[in-house]
């Protein structure tokens, strides 16, 4: 293996688009889209990213890769902390074991069921983000790709 170096050179990302949903707090959007799948909501491209939706149509489930943006900064900080599934016992584990939106670099990662797509809008179902939410990237969910191999049970 290769040492890399602990700074690697910044990173430049740019949203493609935007989320809506009914959610306007983090604190009140459900922590996992599985979690909500009766829950509506659209990510709306920005139309320069719009010829991208081509192909799109048929693939039942996308992954959104968003910006957390709504984190508070000083919740970004943390490499321990108390996931909703721990919030009675205040159990604390390391930011990488969980799900939590708290992470030193905001980024999301919610599989959502596709409702339709027409032009630079995708309306879906299964919510875990508050509307404004930057979309990063879209990517199609594959059956037998987007999980462990066959046979591991793990």
Known sequence: MVDQPEQA???ELFPI??????????ADAPSQAAEAFTEAGRVVLHDRFAAGLTGLRGHPY???IT????QAEEQTTELLVVPRS??????RTGVYATRSPHRPNRLGLSLVRVEDIS????EFSGVDLV???PVLDIKPWYR???GPPEGDSE
Do not use: K, R
């Open 9 to 11: 050179p910044g990173v």
């Open 17 to 26: 688009g935007y989320v809506q949903t009914g959610f306007a707090d983090p």
């Open 62 to 64: 996308l992954w959104l």
């Open 67 to 70: 910006w957390l943006h709504a």
């Open 86 to 91: 721990m919030e009675a016992t205040g159990g």
């Open 119 to 122: 032009g630079n809008t995708i």
């Open 131 to 133: 509307s404004g939410t």
């Open 144 to 146: 037998g790709i987007d």
